[in-house]
């Protein structure tokens, strides 16, 4: 479908108060999901992070990349474990995490950046012991965020490189454990007081009818989120993940979003748009 010239106008006159609202902020990307085992998906979003780079936005991308620890679990014949839902992590599955994360998915990332003309650096939360986290009992290598030193981060954004994050840490032995990739950009969004947070999978929002893609709740308050969560509105998984939302605002970030990283330029859409595409969270 071809756009007309009036159109491209409109679109263009709708974006430019959000691009100078937005100059100068930092935004913190989140990718998971299916989105990362596909290539086209992560030209996308990394092409939107060029267009964010170059209008002024300071951009930090944590990733998770729980499908790539599967394959690679499934190679070394090492059936994965989970207690709650929750994957545990021995030591040999640790390695492998920290192997897939920090090499294979960070490094990838990382070179699609640069290829783009990103200043982008592969890092992990054991890199100057930026982020540190403790064990959780019973998961074996699980580890949750303790403390964000964001002086490394600072470091780089300040002088116009896109940090990429794996949600490898370590505790105060130095020793490494798996942390999950939400709680680390929530962590990360919180000690950098970003203006958003956005979570890039293969969901499209929270939806008011799990089963018709076209209910996407376009706004959540969090003042709103306990008696959305006792309606069953949100259930299942999607509750840790709005529930760390919330904090995330309560906690001074402007906004959350959550979006489909399997729409080309999703972000762009959601951030540049007045009716956006998936779903926000804030406070007001």
């Known amino acids: 479908m071809r756009i007309s010239n009036k159109e491209k106008t409109e679109i263009l006159l709708e974006a430019l108060p959000y691009i100078s609202r937005f100059q100068g902020k930092v935004f913190v990307i989140k990718l998971g999901g299916s989105i990362l085992c596909d290539e086209s998906n992560i030209q996308s979003v990394?092409?939107?992070?060029?267009?964010?780079?170059?209008?002024?936005?300071?951009?930090?991308?944590?990733?998770?990349?729980?499908?790539?620890?599967?394959?690679?679990?499934?190679?070394?014949?090492?059936?994965?474990?989970?207690?709650?839902?929750?994957?545990?992590?021995?030591?040999?599955?640790?390695?492998?995490?920290?192997m897939v994360l920090s090499g294979k998915?960070?490094?990838?990332?990382?070179?699609?950046?640069?290829?783009?003309?990103?200043?982008?650096?592969?890092?992990?939360?054991?890199?100057?012991?930026?982020?540190?986290?403790?064990?959780?009992?019973?998961?074996?290598?699980?580890?949750?965020?303790?403390?964000?030193?964001?002086?490394?981060?600072?470091?780089?954004i300040g002088n116009g490189f896109v940090p990429i994050i794996s949600p490898v840490c370590c505790d105060k032995n130095c020793k490494p454990l798996n942390v999950n990739a939400d709680d680390v950009a929530v962590a990360i969004a919180k000690a950098l007081q970003a203006e958003k947070l956005i979570f890039l999978s293969d969901i499209d929002g929270v939806l008011m009818d799990v089963n018709?893609?076209?209910?996407?709740?376009?706004?959540?308050?969090?003042?709103?989120?306990?008696?959305?969560?006792?309606?069953?509105?949100?259930?299942?998984?999607?509750?840790?993940?709005?529930?760390?939302?919330?904090?995330?605002?309560?906690s001074g970030i402007n906004a959350v979003h959550i979006v489909n990283g399997e729409t080309k330029h999703v972000m762009l859409l959601e951030i540049y748009t007045d009716n956006g595409v998936g779903t926000i969270i804030k406070n007001w």
Do not use: W, Y
């Open 212 to 250: 018709d893609k076209k209910t996407v709740i376009s706004t959540i308050l969090a003042k709103d989120i306990a008696k959305m969560i006792k309606d069953k509105v949100i259930t299942g998984g999607m509750i840790p993940k709005i529930l760390s939302c919330s904090d995330a605002v309560r």
């Open 105 to 156: 998915v960070n490094k990838n990332l990382v070179a699609e950046a640069n290829s783009k003309g990103l200043l982008a650096v592969g890092i992990s939360g054991k890199d100057a012991s930026f982020i540190q986290a403790k064990k959780k009992a019973k998961l074996g290598n699980v580890g949750e965020v303790v403390s964000v030193n964001v002086g490394l981060i600072n470091t780089l």
């Open 46 to 98: 990394i092409e939107d992070v060029v267009f964010l780079s170059k209008i002024g936005i300071k951009t930090v991308i944590v990733h998770g990349g729980g499908k790539d620890i599967n394959n690679e679990l499934k190679v070394h014949e090492i059936e994965p474990k989970f207690v709650d839902g929750v994957r545990f992590t021995d030591n040999k599955t640790m390695e492998i995490a920290e």
